[in-house]
């Protein structure tokens, strides 16, 4: 999966299910293969809050921004920043969930690791 891929990618089951994976170092699947069962990182913010924890833990900062304008993309106005470890990204998303959740599987180096198989 490539940067550019995260980057569009929807909040939803299979952002969850990368989330799942990446972050928190979960099978690939949630127990039964049920997507229902899987946390809503990308769209419950006490949820994607976990994901901000787990990344602290490694050794990343966190930025929130919300209510932001930027022209180029009217339509995201949440922003994520993830920096440490030598890194440093910001993320826009729709909601801030899905900021976080987009700006995670980034840091974590998710472009270099995830089968697309996992994604499926």
């Known amino acids: ?39 809503d990182y990308s769209g419950d913010m006490n949820v994607a809050w976990s994901v901000i924890e787990k990344l602290k833990s490694l050794g990343y900062e966190t930025s929130l921004m919300n209510g932001q304008k930027y022209k180029e993309y009217p339509s995201q106005t949440y922003g994520c920043k993830l920096y440490g470890n030598g890194e440093s990204i910001f993320v826009l ?6 900021a976080i959740s987009r700006a995670a599987l980034l840091v974590r180096g998710l472009t270099k690791r995830a089968p697309d198989a996992a994604t499926a």
């Not at 980057?7 to 170092?25: H, P």
């Not at 998303?93 to 899905?98: L, R």
């Open 93 to 98: 998303g729709k909601t801030m969930p899905h």
């Open 1 to 39: 999966m490539e940067r550019d891929e995260i980057l569009i990618m929807q909040a939803g089951k299979k952002l969850n299910q990368l989330v799942w994976w990446q972050i928190f170092d979960m099978e690939p699947t949630p127990p039964n293969n049920d997507m229902n069962l899987l946390p």
